[in-house]
């Protein structure tokens, strides 16, 4: 089964360029904002959209992840509005993936066959669920691959090579390396030590690998995109909309765009010439 | 529901960390290599006589165990009904019952050559008990502790301060226990190579609420001898707070297949289990999935993690351990409330009828040991796990109750 990311990183590789993936909070600032948001990315140069499912307790997740979800929460964003947004970015966009990133509790609340069939209907095309290790698999990962969605699962630099199999086994559409041990916005990645550990999960699988946490700037794209097939962008995206909020913390006309023009700047970073792995 | 009673209750977990439908392994990919190695490191360890040897000498020359198991007279003649016995964890070195695990943890983290150890806490009552044996042991210490718990246990944030331990101070969320557990978590998989996280209570992932509760079964193992000295005979109900629940089952766990054996647990009602103030997770809470594990969690109905609320910062916990969750659905554990103003009455009551000043933990069970025991026949052998001394909750205390004590 060949699904909108499969597809989209087969044009990528076509095109001889790694691919920028861009998180962004659902319902950050508010539902209509982050809608309008998610809609600029694809025009701005993201070529796979992650959308965060906001939690109260995101434990794998730095201050500013952390701090969007609470905006969004705050603003009365739930499960079902969140299937929304993606209902409503499908209207105009039947290309782009939809990943669709956080922890498993909501899911769980919502109930599992309940959400797989709904985020399926409205155009999802993966999950990563931080909480939910390979030992889990029996929770969403194998009835969200019957249901025909991806199970993009994280490798980081602990998952050593006995541990790498169990890991990529029922793992599809990409594998998404963590490139630090630490959580999302820490320190940046070191290129030169990610290049060997993107190497090394390579020999054990032939699935695109996404390289992400710490990414900020279109310099550290480029150089991360020499070894991998996207890059992921998250804790600078969701800063820059904090830091386009009103003193009460609302949208403002500068929301959509400041995310839009740093998105285009990263995009650089995998569209100045072709940088894509051989 | 009908749920099939298994022949064993002391059996658990599986393989897999399950206890029935609760439990599990529900971590980021990071961790999951290092819980893995402990799960190891533990089984080891627990197949070590050396290491039982070490442990042995440590719990009764530096612990000062066994604690006694105390025959609270007045406080029986005051109820008219059961012979109510405490088990005097309060007596512990760091006064409480805390130390039981640390101990066993922080010789683990030696053993696995982890310099850097990690907890988080609420009451601050681990927090002291892993400041002590890291300072002892020659360890890091780094404790997570609510913003909002830092401000009402003060003495603690001191004795982990004098011990040589760093106090982060944790300022997301609620700024309580659970956020604590999350900012230690976000340590944890920052600094996974050299470092041990050392877990309080009977909840997170598989292999915790395992080892933490064959750590703290000493207390059950232990009242069992004394109080078949003591008595000739096995005693008829125990009972214990529950906040994640390490000191009730410790208590409780050698005694699950004694089934004639009445065993309840009392969880923080708050202000009330109806004022929505509360961190009672079997009576007001439902399964979910948080901090590794599955279990019985306070949370809305998008699944998102609502604030306990608790007098007592030892039980402000959303959620509580998977084993009692899963002897709450079996029906082996009778699960009560107390509010934070029976507490309080307990507290009072406890401090002058026995001479003990209790933690505002345990005063949760004492106080419905008020609606149990004078119901009960007098030759009706009870005994209450005293958790931990009041100490550090004087201040706290009289400001409930206006200033005075």
Same mark, same amino acid.
């Given at each position: 089964?060949?699904?909108?990311?499969?597809?989209?990183?087969?044009?990528?590789?076509?095109?001889?360029?790694?691919?920028?993936?861009?998180?962004?909070?659902?319902?950050?600032?508010?539902?209509?904002?982050?809608?309008?948001?998610?809609?600029?990315?694809?025009?701005?140069?993201?070529?796979?959209?992650?959308?965060?499912?906001?939690?109260?307790?995101?434990?794998?997740?730095?201050?500013?992840?952390?701090?969007?979800?609470?905006?969004?929460?705050?603003?009365?964003?739930?499960?079902?509005?969140?299937?929304?947004?993606?209902?409503?970015?499908?209207?105009?966009?039947?290309?782009?993936?939809?990943?669709?990133?956080?922890?498993?509790?909501?899911?769980?609340?919502?109930?599992?066959?309940?959400?797989?069939?709904?985020?399926? $209907?409205?155009?999802?095309?993966?999950?990563?669920?931080?909480?939910?290790?390979?030992?889990?698999?029996?929770?969403?990962?194998?009835?969200?691959?019957?249901?025909?969605?991806?199970?993009?699962?994280?490798?980081?630099?602990?998952?050593?090579?006995?541990?790498?199999?169990?890991?990529?086994?029922?793992?599809?559409?990409?594998?998404?390396?963590?490139?630090?041990?630490?959580?999302?916005?820490?320190?940046?990645?070191?290129?030169?030590?990610?290049?060997?550990?993107?190497?090394?999960?390579?020999?054990?699988?032939?699935?695109?690998?996404?390289?992400?946490?710490?990414?900020?700037?279109?310099?550290?794209?480029?150089?991360?995109?020499?070894?991998?097939?996207?890059?992921?962008?998250?804790?600078?995206?969701?800063?820059?909309?904090?830091?386009?909020?009103?003193?009460?913390?609302?949208?403002?006309?500068?929301?959509?765009?400041?995310?839009?023009?740093?998105? $285009?700047?990263?995009?650089?970073?995998?569209?100045?010439?072709?940088?894509?792995?051989? | 529901? %009908?749920?099939?009673?298994?022949?064993?209750?002391?059996?658990?977990?599986?393989?897999?960390?399950?206890?029935?439908?609760?439990?599990?392994?529900?971590?980021?990919?990071?961790?999951?290599?290092?819980?893995?190695?402990?799960?190891?490191?533990? @089984?080891?360890?627990?197949?070590?006589? @050396?290491?039982?040897?070490?442990?042995?000498?440590?719990?009764?020359?530096?612990?000062?165990?066994?604690?006694?198991?105390?025959?609270?007279?007045?406080?029986?003649?005051?109820?008219?009904?059961?012979?109510?016995?405490?088990?005097?964890?309060?007596?512990?070195?760091?006064?409480?019952?805390?130390?039981?695990?640390?101990?066993?943890?922080?010789?683990?983290?030696?053993?696995?050559?982890?310099?850097?150890?990690?907890?988080?806490?609420?009451?601050?009552?681990?927090?002291?008990?892993?400041?002590?044996?890291?300072?002892?042991?020659?360890?890091?210490?780094?404790?997570?502790?609510?913003?909002?718990?830092?401000?009402?246990?003060?003495?603690?944030?001191?004795?982990?301060?004098?011990?040589?331990?760093?106090?982060?101070?944790?300022?997301?969320?609620?700024? %309580?226990?659970?956020?604590?557990?999350?900012?230690? =978590?976000?340590?944890?998989? %920052?600094?996974? @190579?050299?470092?041990?996280?050392?877990?309080?209570?009977?909840?997170?992932?598989?292999?915790?609420?395992?080892?933490?509760?064959?750590?703290?079964?000493?207390?059950?193992?232990?009242?069992?001898?004394?109080?078949?000295?003591?008595?000739?005979?096995?005693?008829?109900?125990?009972?214990?707070?529950?906040?994640?629940?390490?000191?009730?089952?410790?208590?409780?766990?050698?005694?699950?297949?004694?089934?004639?054996?009445?065993?309840?647990?009392?969880?923080?009602?708050?202000?009330?289990?109806?004022?929505?103030?509360?961190?009672?997770?079997?009576?007001?809470?439902?399964?979910?999935?948080?901090?590794?594990?599955?279990?019985?969690?306070?949370?809305?109905?998008?699944?998102?993690?609502?604030?306990?609320?608790?007098?007592? @910062?030892?039980?402000?916990?959303?959620?509580?351990?998977?084993?009692?969750?899963?002897?709450?659905?079996?029906?082996?554990?009778?699960?009560?409330?107390?509010?934070?103003?029976?507490?309080?009455?307990?507290?009072?009551?406890?401090?002058?009828?026995?001479?003990?000043?209790?933690?505002?933990?345990?005063?949760?069970?004492?106080?419905?040991?008020?609606?149990?025991?004078?119901?009960?026949?007098?030759?009706?052998?009870?005994?209450?796990?005293?958790?931990?001394?009041?100490?550090?909750? =004087?201040?706290?205390?009289?400001?409930? =109750?206006?200033?005075? =004590?």
């Amino acid at each position: 089964m060949t699904t909108r990311i499969d597809t989209r990183f087969a044009d990528l590789k076509r095109e001889g360029r790694a691919g920028l993936v861009t998180f962004i909070m659902a319902g950050d600032p508010d539902p209509k904002t982050s809608l309008a948001i998610v809609k600029a990315l694809p025009k701005a140069g993201a070529d796979v959209i992650e959308i965060g499912m906001p939690f109260t307790d995101p434990m794998a997740d730095g201050p500013a992840i952390q701090a969007a979800g609470l905006r969004a929460l705050n603003a009365g964003q739930d499960m079902k509005k969140t299937l929304d947004l993606v209902r409503a970015f499908r209207k105009d966009d039947a290309a782009t993936p939809i990943v669709l990133m956080g922890y498993y509790n909501p899911i769980y609340i919502y109930g599992v066959p309940r959400f797989l069939k709904d985020a399926k $209907s409205v155009g999802v095309d993966g999950l990563i669920i931080v909480d939910l290790p390979p030992e889990e698999d029996d929770e969403l990962c194998l009835p969200a691959l019957k249901a025909g969605l991806n199970f993009i699962r994280l490798a980081t630099p602990t998952t050593d090579d006995k541990r790498l199999p169990a890991v990529l086994a029922n793992t599809s559409g990409f594998v998404y390396y963590v490139s630090i041990t630490g959580i999302t916005g820490a320190a940046a990645p070191d290129a030169a030590k990610v290049g060997p550990a993107v190497a090394r999960i390579k020999r054990h699988t032939k699935l695109p690998v996404a390289v992400g946490f710490g990414v900020r700037t279109a310099q550290q794209v480029r150089a991360l995109a020499a070894g991998a097939e996207a890059v992921v962008v998250g804790s600078a995206l969701v800063s820059v909309v904090k830091d386009s909020l009103d003193k009460t913390g609302k949208a403002t006309a500068k929301t959509v765009k400041a995310v839009a023009g740093l998105v $285009s700047e990263l995009a650089t970073g995998v569209r100045g010439g072709k940088r894509g792995p051989k | 529901m %009908t749920v099939q009673q298994p022949n064993s209750f002391r059996t658990g977990p599986d393989e897999r960390g399950h206890f029935g439908n609760y439990g599990g392994r529900f971590v980021a990919e990071t961790l999951m290599p290092n819980i893995l190695a402990l799960e190891q490191a533990y @089984a080891a360890a627990k197949a070590d006589p @050396a290491f039982q040897r070490e442990m042995d000498g440590h719990l009764k020359n530096y612990v000062g165990r066994p604690s006694p198991l105390y025959f609270a007279e007045r406080m029986t003649a005051h109820f008219g009904g059961a012979k109510i016995y405490f088990k005097r964890e309060d007596l512990n070195h760091t006064g409480a019952h805390k130390v039981n695990n640390v101990l066993g943890q922080i010789m683990l983290a030696k053993r696995m050559g982890k310099p850097r150890v990690i907890a988080e806490t609420g009451a601050g009552m681990h927090g002291v008990a892993t400041a002590t044996l890291c300072a002892k042991f020659g360890l890091d210490c780094i404790v997570y502790m609510g913003a909002v718990d830092v401000g009402r246990q003060q003495p603690n944030v001191q004795r982990m301060h004098a011990l040589g331990a760093k106090v982060v101070p944790v300022e997301s969320g609620a700024r %309580t226990l659970k956020d604590a557990m999350n900012e230690a =978590l976000r340590d944890w998989v %920052t600094n996974v @190579a050299d470092t041990f996280y050392c877990i309080g209570t009977v909840a997170g992932p598989h292999p915790y609420p395992m080892m933490v509760r064959d750590f703290q079964s000493i207390i059950g193992f232990e009242t069992r001898e004394q109080m078949l000295e003591a008595e000739g005979r096995l005693p008829d109900s125990l009972i214990a707070c529950i906040g994640g629940g390490s000191n009730a089952m410790g208590l409780f766990h050698p005694f699950l297949d004694e089934r004639q054996i009445e065993i309840y647990g009392v969880e923080a009602a708050g202000h009330g289990l109806k004022s929505g103030k509360h961190a009672a997770s079997i009576a007001g809470g439902r399964p979910g999935v948080l901090h590794g594990n599955r279990t019985y969690l306070l949370m809305n109905s998008d699944g998102q993690i609502e604030e306990a609320h608790s007098i007592s @910062a030892g039980l402000d916990y959303p959620g509580i351990g998977p084993e009692h969750a899963w002897l709450n659905d079996l029906g082996r554990i009778k699960f009560l409330s107390a509010t934070d103003k029976e507490a309080l009455a307990a507290f009072q009551l406890c401090s002058r009828l026995e001479g003990i000043i209790p933690a505002l933990e345990p005063c949760h069970a004492l106080a419905k040991i008020a609606q149990l025991a004078p119901k009960k026949p007098k030759d009706h052998l009870m005994v209450l796990n005293l958790s931990g001394r009041g100490d550090k909750d =004087l201040a706290s205390v009289a400001e409930h =109750l206006g200033g005075k =004590l």
